[in-house]
């Protein structure tokens, strides 16, 4: 291929890319600015903790079950049509929010709204990793976790700015435009050819991969899509399927975990009281709104570093140095809580809280939606990804829920502590099960994920 033509190529991927991560932009806006947004919600609805909590929560149930239905939907019906579904209902959830005229109706739109989110965050990176080449695969499935974290870094912006009027429907519809824009961007984006060549469109599939990279490229591509077919005869698991079949099993299985120990390392319990850490520091924390910026912009910066280190460093050798830094970052932190660290420790805790979110960003938080996109047989990589989307759902609400009971009874100290021996058995599980995915086929990474599993059994 022409360097020109090379160009043109990758311009036309990139834009591809832009459009299907603004999910990822809406997965991060929609769940960032209610936390804003609920400060004057709580006002006008004269809502109770309760009420507020139900709010908040029921986006992270919708999107568990929006997570796993994207998976058949994508298979049936093809990944564009999925996304485009997606993004009008993100739309849609978007007008509900800011127009409820009480609480009932406003709940019914965030649950709309996380449906979207779950299916969007499920299927974003399944769809990017099956539009790139194997060369740039990482940095295109990273981008959409650098777009949900502008996302979410965006939202804290937007409620900052409206936070003078109050107007919480402003902020809770500005998402409504980007979902527009991705509706009709998705009109120029073409269908996976990973798809289309498991339902016999191999002429389509070998044009969407002609369109991004050299011809000998695409015919070896094709060759892995027919191995796969003549492996797996061509047939689309349910969810319930995978969990029984002995063979994907064990790739499902590993996938599940990373799902659940990127939400049991507690990095969300931990932005939840980062502005009391703060305020411990002697910084006046009436202002969260502030302190939270600054919380999404290490959080950005991280995943955009993490981003161009994907294709370079690896993904495995991320998580290892991600989950690490989480870990040492944990016993100042925890120590810190427990007031044993002398006159000093509200700086330690404010150190070790950076440094926990700065090494989450890096690898945990981004890399594992690439692994989850890269892991899985062809034929499985849709609802695969989506049973292990809607388990990390489930665990974002169980930690959400626990959180407070459980450092209630602990120690707030214990408890980080608790997360930091998370970090310990994740780190210990990425060395021993998670296979090196960077410039792989599937095959590779099937054959080596079965050996690192099968050397067990």
């Known amino acids: 291929m022409s360097r020109g033509r090379a160009g043109g190529s990758r311009m036309r991927l990139y834009f591809w890319a832009t459009v299907i991560t603004l999910g990822g932009f809406l997965f991060g806006y929609q769940t960032g ?30 999107a568990a079950v929006g997570a796993l239905a994207a998976g058949r939907l994508a298979d049936r019906l093809g990944r564009r049509p999925t996304m485009l579904a997606i993004a009008m209902i993100f739309a849609l959830g978007s ?24 299916a969007s965050s499920s299927l974003c990176p399944v769809y990017l990793s099956e539009l790139a080449p194997a060369e740039i695969r990482g940095r295109l499935v990273t981008a959409n976790q650098v777009t949900m974290t502008l996302g979410i870094l965006v939202s804290y912006v937007v409620d900052l700015a409206l936070s003078g ?17 991705m509706v009709l961007g998705l009109f120029a984006v073409p269908e996976s050819p990973a798809w289309l060549a498991g339902r016999g469109r191999e002429d389509r599939a070998r044009k969407v991969l002609a369109g991004t990279t050299d011809p000998d490229t695409v015919e070896r591509t094709l060759d892995d899509y027919r191995k796969d077919e003549q492996d797996d005869s061509g047939e689309q698991a349910s969810a319930r399927e995978l969990l029984r079949s002995s063979t994907v099993r064990p790739i499902v299985l590993v996938g599940l975990v990373l799902a659940a120990l990127q939400q049991f390392a507690g990095i969300n319990a931990l932005l939840y009281y980062a502005p009391t850490i703060m305020e411990s520091t002697g910084l006046d924390a009436s202002n969260a709104l502030i302190y939270s910026i600054i919380i999404g912009a290490i959080n950005l910066i991280m995943t955009v570093i993490a981003t161009a280190l994907t294709d370079r460093a690896g993904r495995r050798t991320l998580l290892l140095i991600s989950l690490s830094g989480m870990l040492v970052a944990s016993v100042p932190l925890g120590w810190s809580f427990l007031g044993l660290s002398g006159q000093s420790h509200s700086v330690v805790a404010l150190i070790s809280m950076l440094v926990y979110i700065a090494a989450f960003g890096l690898g945990l938080g981004p890399v594992f939606w690439l692994v989850n996109s890269e892991i899985y047989p062809p034929f499985a990589r849709a609802q695969a990804a989506a049973l292990a989307t809607m388990v990390n759902w489930l665990a974002n609400f169980a930690v959400n829920q626990a959180f407070l009971p459980l450092a209630g009874l602990i120690g707030q100290g214990w408890t980080f502590w608790v997360f930091g021996a998370v970090c310990l058995v994740g780190l210990i599980f990425v060395a021993k099960y998670v296979p090196e995915t960077r410039g792989r086929s599937p095959q590779q990474i099937e054959d080596d994920l079965r050996e690192r599993v099968g050397a067990t059994t």
């Open 33 to 62: 600015v209610v936390s804003g947004a609920l400060l004057f919600v709580r006002e006008d609805f004269d809502l109770g903790s309760v009420a507020q909590g139900a709010v908040v929560s029921v986006l992270l149930l919708g």
């Open 95 to 118: 007008l509900l929010a800011a127009f409820a005229p009480d609480f009932w109706l406003l709940l019914a739109a965030r649950l709309i709204l996380g449906l979207a989110v779950g």
């Open 165 to 181: 009027s109050g107007n919480w429907r402003a902020m809770f519809g500005a998402g409504f435009v980007v979902a527009v824009l």
